[in-house]
């Protein structure tokens, strides 16, 4: 199959892969695996950091299993199912992603997945959409599914408005009634007002964002943070100024481990005096299945930076390193509309 394959992460995950035309396929699906034939496949952080951090130690290399092929989100096709896995038509597109990065990912033709890491894609949800929910629009929903009231109007502020995870928690947000302020650069405050928020902070115009929230007033305050970006390192410990006292600080995405240092400092020696959570994505068919639903009737729509081809899995990759992209980084793997290699009888 055709691959984006990868041994080492030296000097990094991106300079170190190359693309191949004959990779080894994944093995067949066994119990209740499926093996997809993918289409449309979504960058995260994760894709590159974890790999990063632990491949060039034996245990990870264990784990991960080398050459491999980052990605772990995908949309794509049912081509084979396992003995327990056959309610799953062939044919059938589905979407999902693996809890971390494996030997067989998302960039490449195939990848064998178990039944329960994914969901069937509503009539009507275009497969590139469909590939960029799994990761960031979970880890949003979980955000904020039971820190927020449904319909009871909580007032959110989602620092870091524009990236992967701050669309979905807007989009979220809004779904679940309730006020949202986003922070983003001047260039990405038309986008986080179109996709919902009611108001936008331009976090590069602002010389001190957490002295500019403090200075609201009171009926200002905030049920609910989501920190997707770990800066400004003040906006924990100084958001009893601006978060009520029930309230809680998600923190989703970090700087550095400096962030969760600060955050961990007890409230008597000058740490933060809220509810702090260190928010962890867990994979959750319910919420997967819903998120489809919210593409279907329009509640979400996915904004992306661009669709990449997969011949250009390299620049996409720098795109999502610089912290900049607008939306989720998506990569179209095969054509839907060709015919994958088990029926032009090529096994596994
Ligand atoms: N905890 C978990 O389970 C979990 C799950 C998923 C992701 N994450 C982490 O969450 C973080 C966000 O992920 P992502 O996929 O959303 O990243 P992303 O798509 O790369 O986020 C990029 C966005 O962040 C904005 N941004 C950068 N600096 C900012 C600042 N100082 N203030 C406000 N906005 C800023 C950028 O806007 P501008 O270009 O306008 O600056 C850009 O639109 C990452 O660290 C990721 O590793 C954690």
Request: hydrophobic share 35%; proline share 4%.
């Amino acid at each position: 199959m055709k691959a984006w394959l990868y041994t080492t992460t030296s000097p990094s995950l991106e300079k170190s892969l190359t693309l191949h035309n004959n990779a080894l396929a994944p093995p067949t699906p066994k119990n209740n695996e499926l093996l997809i034939q993918v289409l449309s496949a979504s960058l995260n952080h994760t894709d590159y950091q974890y790999p990063e951090q632990f491949l060039n130690s034996g245990l990870a290399r264990l784990i991960i299993g080398t050459p491999a092929s980052p990605g772990i989100e995908f949309c794509g096709r049912v081509t084979a199912t396992g003995p327990l896995a056959q309610h799953l038509k062939e044919g059938t597109i589905v979407y999902g992603c693996h809890s971390r990065p494996t030997q067989f990912g998302t960039l490449a033709e195939y990848l064998v997945i178990k039944a329960d890491k994914i969901a069937i894609l509503p009539d009507g949800v275009d497969i590139n959409s469909a590939s960029a929910v799994s990761i960031c629009g979970i880890t949003a929903y979980q955000a904020l599914e039971g820190n927020v009231k449904p319909g009871s109007g909580s007032s959110v502020l989602i620092n870091g408005g524009s990236g992967g995870c701050g669309q979905f928690a807007i989009q979220i947000a809004k779904a679940m009634g309730c006020r949202v302020t986003a922070t983003c650069s001047t260039r990405n405050m038309e986008l986080c007002l179109r996709i919902g928020a009611d108001e936008v902070i331009d976090y590069t115009a602002e010389e001190d964002l957490v002295r500019k929230l403090a200075s609201r007033g009171s009926g200002m305050e905030f049920d609910c943070i989501i920190d997707n970006v770990g800066t400004p390192s003040t906006l924990y410990y100084e958001c009893h100024r601006f978060l009520k006292e029930e309230g809680v600080f998600m923190q989703v995405g970090v700087e550095s481990v400096r962030t969760y240092l600060r955050a961990v400092w007890p409230a008597f020696l000058g740490g933060g005096r809220r509810r702090y959570v260190i928010l962890r994505r867990v994979d959750d068919n319910r919420r997967l299945v819903k998120l489809g639903e919210w593409l279907g009737d329009r509640t979400v729509q996915v904004q992306t930076d661009g669709v990449y081809e997969f011949h250009d899995v390299v620049k996409a990759f720098e795109k999502l390193r610089s912290g900049h992209a607008r939306g989720k980084i998506v990569v179209r793997v095969s054509d839907p509309h060709a015919r994958d290699m088990q029926s032009f009888g090529i096994g596994f």
